[in-house]
């Protein structure tokens, strides 16, 4: 940095020239930042989701597009996060494949370091982040950078390291995220590469309708009586050591995802499966009563879904049917939106909110887990 007069000028010290200076707008009020009349942060981020996702469909197309003609043009792109990102990043994935008909590669950021042998000047690497601190995936953008890389970030704080090493930044205009648990954040990453999916495939229009549709059913969906009867089903199932959640396609990574929110908040040990792989092992867990919750999209995969959901309450478990349609298998139903490519943003939902409820029924703090942080900044 050289400062001259008083004009501030960053200079690169490896090629001597001036570094352009990035103008970054923050748009957070005070009253983001407050719980209001939330009992907890969790739970106001939560039903924050009723405009937040609308909020991150706006975003700048031409840089949608930008970064959909990068991932056409790359030898080779990397998604990149950790924990609930990347699950995101898992997501997006399979939303490429089906909508783009394009293969990106989803790695956790812990684990980049095993692909940097694939990685050339031609790679891409888009990272998703909350806090744009998170430490594991700063390190496979360095490495990313170190083989001459295109970096693209998708992220909340703009102001953060993440999005100041990157090449092109996508903000998903949240606000601030305090609980550790992340929820509004979650959505917006899946809301921001379902379009950038849909870009690639020529259909932004067609991807933003049906976020806008999915974000105003999501509105719709976020009301006390939805919110009073999953506080039920929470105190049904106060009680359990172990529950399971199983999806398939793009739900499979939601099904992890609902997994990981459960165990932050509840303290409950839950797993995650791809449904057809409970006949490999996991369904020797099953005894009765286990509490099974099954994501079920109205989509081609709805038939083979419901088939494992069925595998599992013959042998004893109490399934919890997550679908836009109830059906005779499930003891528990909660609906959603029949959202079609965008069924995992309305999916999670209804599980964050069960994940809340089950922390406060059984008298833990939804806002600060123990031994979890809201950044992940060492390794």
């Not at 979650?186 to 974000?215: D, F, H, R, S």
Request: proline share 3%; hydrophobic share 40%.
């Amino acid at each position: 940095m050289v400062v001259l007069g008083e004009k501030v000028r960053c200079i690169d010290l490896e090629t001597k020239k001036e570094i352009p200076k990035r103008t970054i707008e923050i748009h957070w009020s005070e009253k983001s930042a407050e719980k209001g009349s939330y009992a907890h942060f969790m739970m106001k981020e939560i039903m924050e989701q009723k405009t937040t996702i609308a909020e991150t469909i706006n975003q700048n197309e031409t840089v949608i597009k930008k970064v959909a003609d990068e991932i056409k043009n790359a030898f080779g792109t990397y998604l990149i996060g950790c924990g609930t990102a990347g699950k995101v990043c898992l997501t997006a994935s399979y939303l490429f494949s089906r909508v783009a008909k394009k293969h990106v590669n989803a790695v956790f950021g812990s684990e980049f370091g095993s692909h940097k042998h694939f990685l050339t000047k031609d790679s891409l690497l888009i990272a998703v982040s909350q806090s744009g601190e998170t430490a594991d995936t700063l390190e496979a953008m360095e490495i990313a950078k170190e083989k001459g890389c295109k970096l693209i970030t998708i992220v909340n704080v703009e102001s953060s390291t993440m999005a100041r090493m990157a090449d092109i930044v996508i903000p998903i205009k949240v606000g601030p995220e305090k609980a550790v648990a992340s929820t509004k954040a979650t959505t917006a990453q899946l809301t921001v590469l379902t379009q950038i999916a849909y870009a690639l495939a020529g259909k932004l229009n067609e991807g933003k309708q049906l976020l806008i549709a999915a974000a105003s059913q999501i509105n719709d969906m976020l009301n006390p009586r939805y919110e009073d009867h999953i506080k039920e089903l929470a105190e049904k199932i106060k009680g359990v050591e172990s529950m399971y959640i199983i999806g398939k396609d793009v739900n499979y990574p939601m099904a992890l995802e609902a997994a990981i929110k459960l165990q932050e908040v509840s303290y409950i040990h839950a797993e995650g499966f791809a449904g057809g792989e409970l006949k490999h092992g996991p369904i020797a867990l099953i005894t009765e009563g286990t509490p099974v919750i099954a994501i079920v999209a109205n989509d081609e995969t709805k038939k083979d879904i419901l088939s494992n959901a069925m595998e599992v309450k013959a042998r004893g478990g109490y399934i919890i049917g997550v679908s836009p349609e109830t059906s005779e298998i499930f003891d528990y139903w909660i609906k959603v939106p029949d959202a079609g490519a965008a069924s995992p943003i309305v999916n999670i939902i209804p599980i964050q909110i069960l994940a809340y409820h089950l922390s406060v029924i059984r008298q833990n703090n939804p806002d600060m887990p123990r031994n979890l942080a809201k950044s992940v900044t060492v390794k």
